[in-house]
Nanobody, 124 residues
Framework: QRQLVESGGGLVQAGGSLRLSCATS????????MGWFRQAPGKERSFVAS????????YYADSVKERFTISRDGARSTVYLQMNTLKPEDTAVYYC?????????????????WGQGTQVTVSP
């Protein structure tokens, strides 16, 4: 059983918006720092945003600051990524990630659980 399941990807024109969702079935959602990574063709998986397990501190990659917003809903064990003012360079497969009791997620090797990924394509 996959612990993390993403939804909400799709095709959008530049300047548009999408909201990704990640439903989790980890035992104690509140113990996990949740994040989003993305991977474009031919590139490594890179950090996008995270929200910490304690206090909900958020972190963003410089390339998405002021455009993307990460949030979490403890009652639904779900994390969201609101993406606004999308650009063609945001095109990638987006992966939900969970890391146990870390203040942030420095990189992919720190992740305990991954989602299956959802494709986001931004046309010019």
């Amino acid at each position: 059983q996959r612990q993390l399941v993403e939804s909400g990807g799709g095709l959008v024109q530049a300047g548009g918006s999408l909201r990704l969702s990640c439903a989790t079935s980890v035992r104690t959602f509140s113990d996990y720092t949740m994040g989003w990574f993305r991977q474009a063709p031919g590139k490594e998986r890179s950090f996008v945003a995270s929200t910490s397990w304690r206090g909900g501190t958020t972190y963003y990659a410089d390339s998405v600051k002021e455009r993307f917003t990460i949030s979490r809903d403890g009652a639904r064990s779900t994390v969201y990524l609101q993406m606004n003012t999308l650009k063609p360079e945001d095109t990638a497969v987006y992966y939900c990630a969970a890391a146990y009791r870390l203040p942030e997620i420095p990189g992919p090797s720190y992740v305990d659980y991954w989602g299956q990924g959802t494709q986001v394509t931004v046309s010019p």
